[in-house]
């Protein structure tokens, strides 16, 4: 914008004083606006048409078809339905993978962020040092989705890994965590929980945000910390945690990386960490069912929207914002 | 900005205004640049089959390690040399990602005029016309394979056409590790013992080192399906499948047996060494005292253990084994250079130059005569080992079966999830068996 507008802070107010000069100006401006607008929209508006808005319409369009890949898109058959048919009548994996993602989600979420709310209510103190342990605490989630991390993750937890070791330091016997049906999936939800330095940061930032004045005015009223806590703390911060929890749950439906690597990209040991994202990508890639592929991620953007407008709902009831305008 | 002077249009502001044609022609340059940006991209794409000096360019994809990468850039500089209008683009990259990132080439147009399949996948190319029938070729003698076993070849011909050229030959192999049985003075297995003298091997192998026998091969395909063969079955049978539920089950109960005999590791031990990377393989991670693998392996499995390594054959009579193509060589359906692409492969399947290069990292030579050659030359006694014990199978190979058809490598998923769902206890061999069969039926139905 820098380009066409002049930097003139007080243009605004005075345009009142020569309101014709203005509107010739301005349109003339805008003019030129609109075209620098598009030019310099013009990487993410391209970005988002030919790498996003139009590859998801072919993928609605092949979520009709049978689509296997190899076969040249203009010789695909229309099934109509029968892809959306399979998956909820005659699809056990499917089923399987949804019930998969829902009990990591469901686990993995909530106690994320209880995590980073418990740390960030710690380091929210004028501590010496205190800007090192944020930062110590705020490293596991720069590293992400990162491939190297999950491969340490299953060393750490195998069955002569790390974690086996310092359990024998108590005479316990671990298990083959990664290994073993019955805990591959609880040790991904440990990955993603400890990595709950981006909700952390960012409720640091709104228990910043939270007047002292409150606070004060709560313990003149005889509250005490946990009163506090309650009846000021979770209130001034609700707009915080319903930001962090639609973000979450959406990126909790979405672990991929971890589960892939883990797996070897076969969802195991016996479809165990099968997360619904890994399962699209094995019918996709590896069994070449493009066509139901796609239906399955339109199936999964559906209920993902659905959840986010669930949140959206029910957040006027729980979700307070200061400035007065509840929305 | 000084806020008492208000730029307008009619009084042009000294910094603002002053040169709305700069400004104007900077637009328009930004928007060419934006709109040429993905122009040069496309000829930048385009730029590849070239072909206007006379000069072609073929595209050559494989999976392997750098070893391979550098034997096969070798081989294929030798083309070059000896056809200097010809030069390669090649693209390698490690198995894992491999199969992805060809179907995406195809999808996208783009796939390379030659890559390398494997058994795996090679019907689910043909099936859908991918691959590029080589039979007119070989019919006018440009693709040469009058000097490899006939049963090598027929193992690339899907429904009546030849869709793969075995670029090596190899067959299974199960390999033991000789420090240890030497170590603790056992016998070696030996190639024709029954399944149940492997099993009762192995547990005295576990018994006396302390390091399980064998590891349980009930979700590996490749045992499943030479056990079949030697019961008189097959994996698949035209479009079908060409075993039984029964059949299954008497193979999960077979390996349960084993297990309660200690004779295998614990099943997360066993779904470890199920990954089908070499360097996990339970022989080499110590785990266990035996895995089975594919005998062209050899070499690598030895680069990853101090201890001496043996191979035979699997268990019970070794003419369920074949003469498997490990890999082969394909040509893309709609190359626009498919006489060169097929002149290569013939080059790096008969050129004495090239297949001396090439050694037996896809496994043994296909041509026969050269394959004598190369056993005659080599010098790595891992490699010296694989031909010797494979030469020696050779002898008693049965007949090639089918190449597996579309739905294979789903097939491959849901034989190991079941074998794993025996193994960790959560289903009986017959239930495990059912729902293999269910799910079999399903993935080469679609």
Redesign the interface.
């Known amino acids: 914008m820098a380009?066409?507008t002049?930097?003139?802070?007080?243009?605004r107010g005075?345009g009142s004083v020569?309101p014709d000069?203005?509107r010739?100006?301005t349109g003339?401006?805008r003019h030129?606006e609109g075209?620098?607008g598009y030019?310099f929209l013009?990487?993410w508006l391209?970005g988002l048409m030919g790498i996003t808005a139009i590859p998801m319409l072919l993928s609605l369009y092949l979520s009709f078809t049978n689509y296997?890949?190899?076969?040249?898109l203009s010789e695909v058959e229309w099934v109509g339905l029968a892809n959306y048919e399979r998956m909820f009548t005659?699809d056990p994996s499917w089923w399987h993978s949804v019930r998969v993602t829902l009990s990591f989600a469901l686990i993995a979420v909530p106690l994320k962020l209880a995590a980073a709310l418990g740390v960030a209510l710690l380091l929210n103190r004028a501590w010496r040092g205190v800007g090192l342990f944020r930062g110590l605490f705020y490293l596991p989630s720069l590293l992400g989705g990162s491939v190297a991390l999950a491969i340490v993750w299953v060393n750490m937890f195998?069955?002569d890994g790390a974690f086996n070791s310092f359990l024998a330091l108590f005479g316990i016997e671990g298990k083959?965590w990664v290994?073993?049906?019955d805990w591959a999936l609880e040790t991904l939800m440990v990955l993603a929980i400890w990595q709950f330095g981006a909700p952390m940061v960012i409720f640091l930032a709104g228990l910043k945000q939270v007047p002292t004045e409150l606070y004060e005015a709560a313990s003149v009223d005889g509250a005490g910390r946990f009163r506090q806590f309650v009846n000021v703390t979770l209130p001034m911060l609700s707009p915080v945690i319903f930001f962090n929890l639609v973000l979450e749950t959406i990126n909790g439906f979405q672990g991929f990386t971890a589960a892939f690597v883990l797996s070897?990209?076969?969802g195991?040991?016996?479809?165990s960490t099968l997360m619904y994202t890994l399962n699209l990508y094995?019918t996709g890639?590896?069994?070449?069912?493009?066509g139901y592929a796609s239906a399955m991620a339109w199936v999964f953007l559906l209920a993902i929207a659905l959840i986010t407008v669930v949140f959206f709902s029910t957040g006027r009831f729980w979700v307070h914002y200061s400035d007065g305008e509840d929305s | 900005m000084h806020p008492a002077t208000h730029p307008t249009a009619s009084a042009p502001d000294g910094r603002t205004y002053r040169t709305p044609q700069l400004r104007r022609r900077l637009l328009r340059g930004l928007l060419a640049a934006v709109v040429a940006l993905p122009l040069v991209g496309m000829a930048a794409a385009c730029g590849d089959d070239a072909g206007s000096d006379g000069k072609t360019k073929i595209s050559i994809f494989w999976w392997g390690g750098d070893a391979r990468a550098q034997l096969t850039e070798q081989a294929l500089d030798l083309y070059t040399q000896k056809n200097p209008d010809v030069t390669f683009e090649k693209t390698w990259q490690a198995n894992q990602g491999y199969f992805d990132k060809l179907a995406t080439l195809t999808a996208g147009g783009n796939p390379p005029d030659i890559f390398q399949i494997d058994d795996n996948f090679l019907a689910e190319y043909a099936a859908r016309n991918t691959t590029l029938d080589l039979k007119p070729y070989q019919d006018s003698g440009k693709l040469d394979t009058t000097k490899f076993p006939p049963s090598l070849l027929q193992y690339g011909v899907v429904d009546g056409k030849l869709a793969g050229v075995a670029s090596g030959e190899n067959t299974q192999g199960l390999v033991y590790n000789k420090t240890l049985l030497v170590k603790n003075d056992l016998p070696e297995p030996t190639t024709g013992m029954s399944w149940e003298e492997h099993i009762a091997w192995a547990e005295q192998v576990s018994k006396k080192t302390g390091v399980p026998g064998t590891q349980d091969p009930s979700a590996d395909y490749k045992a499943f399906w030479v056990w079949l063969r030697q019961q008189g079955k097959d994996l698949y049978s035209g479009t079908d499948l060409g075993f039984t539920a029964e059949d299954v089950t008497k193979w999960f109960e077979l390996w349960k047996g084993a297990r309660d005999r200690g004779a295998t590791p614990t099943p997360d031990v066993i779904h470890e060494g199920n990954a089908t990377d070499i360097t996990k393989q339970l022989v080499v991670t110590g785990k266990s005292a035996t895995s089975w693998v594919w005998v062209n392996q050899m070499p690598e499995l030895k680069k990853n253990t101090t201890d001496e390594l043996g191979v035979i054959a699997y268990p019970g009579d070794p003419s369920g084994q074949w003469a498997r193509a490990s890999m082969y060589w394909s040509v893309f359906r709609g190359s626009k250079n498919a006489d060169i692409a097929v002149d290569v492969i013939n080059f790096l399947a008969n050129d004495p130059d090239a297949v001396k290069l090439l050694g037996t990292d896809r496994g043994l030579p296909s041509n026969l005569d050269l394959r004598r050659v190369v056993s005659d030359d080599t010098t790595d006694e891992a490699m010296k080992q694989s031909i010797a014990v494979e030469t020696e199978l050779a002898e008693s190979f049965g007949e090639s079966p089918q190449v597996p058809i579309k739905g294979h490598s789903k097939v491959r998923a849901e034989l190991t999830k079941a074998a794993e769902n025996a193994q960790y206890g959560r289903a009986t061999p017959a239930e495990a068996a059912a729902q293999f069969v269910e799910a079999c039926k399903a993935a080469i139905a679609s």
């Open positions: 380009l066409t002049a930097p003139d802070p007080t243009r005075s020569r000069a203005k010739r100006g003339r401006i030129g075209l620098a030019v013009s990487p391209i296997d890949i190899l076969t040249p005659s195998n069955r083959p290994n073993d049906p070897n990209g076969t195991g040991p016996v479809d094995i890639f590896t069994d070449l069912e493009m």
